[in-house]
């Protein structure tokens, strides 16, 4: 069984930093591409990030870009998203997302952005 | 980076069918754009539906069908169940990038 379970997620004040954890198992974690998505609550989803198996291509949404760091230790089946600069409007729910195709996804982790 | 756009909010009768489209900002949704269909109940973290157009995967019941339509991307629910009441998303594959769609929440009524 797939399962992906994120962690990390907290109250940090405006201009934090923090890192996202997602330990993955249940498949071959070094063969797919990975995403992150976050929801602030209430709200839509948002695409933030993606990468690929091999760590060698990383792509970005304009809004997180130079501000947030995706990356990935495969010996370790976990993926990583590292949060700087951080703003009111990042607090949300962050997902992490399994890909080729998509069919699974974390319960998510809070990040809460606040003074 | 592109905008997509759903319909906000719909109703279906129970048994009914409804169809929820999915649009792009830069033109035509085609083949290429390997859309996706996500259904979210409250709490709940998002499920797949429907990868690349219109393929199912094994939980996804019979009902849910994914389509190009009109050059929107479509996913039409035929025989809707009170438990289909939920919101959906797409979410459309560019060059590189990623959009979702604003999500359309369906009532069944």
């Known amino acids: 069984e797939v399962q992906l379970v994120e962690s990390g997620g907290a109250l940090v004040q405006p201009g934090g930093s923090l890192r996202l954890s997602c330990a993955a198992s249940g498949f071959s974690f070094s063969s797919n591409w990975m995403h992150w998505v976050r929801q602030a609550p209430g709200k839509g989803l948002v695409w933030v990030s993606r990468i690929k198996n091999d760590g060698s291509r990383i792509d970005y949404a304009d809004s997180v870009k130079g501000r947030f760091t995706t990356s990935r230790d495969n010996a370790k089946n976990t993926l990583y998203l590292q949060l700087n600069s951080l703003r009111a409007e990042d607090t949300a729910v962050y997902y992490c997302v399994k890909d080729q195709p998509i069919d699974a996804w974390g319960q998510g982790t809070l990040v809460t952005v606040s003074s | 980076q592109a905008v997509v756009t759903q319909e906000p909010s719909l109703t279906v009768s129970p048994g009914g069918t409804v169809t929820l489209t999915c649009d792009s900002s830069t033109g035509a949704v085609t083949s290429s754009h390997w859309t996706y269909w996500f259904q979210q109940k409250p709490g709940q973290a998002p499920r797949t539906l429907i990868f690349d157009t219109k393929n199912r995967h094994s939980w996804t019941p019979a009902r849910f069908s994914g389509s190009l339509l009109g050059g929107k991307a479509a996913l039409t629910l035929s025989g809707a169940q009170p438990e289909d009441e939920a919101q959906y998303y797409c979410?459309?594959?560019?060059?590189?990038?990623?959009?979702f769609g604003g999500g359309t929440k369906l009532t069944v009524l």
């Open positions: 979410l459309l594959s560019f060059s590189d990038s990623r959009v």
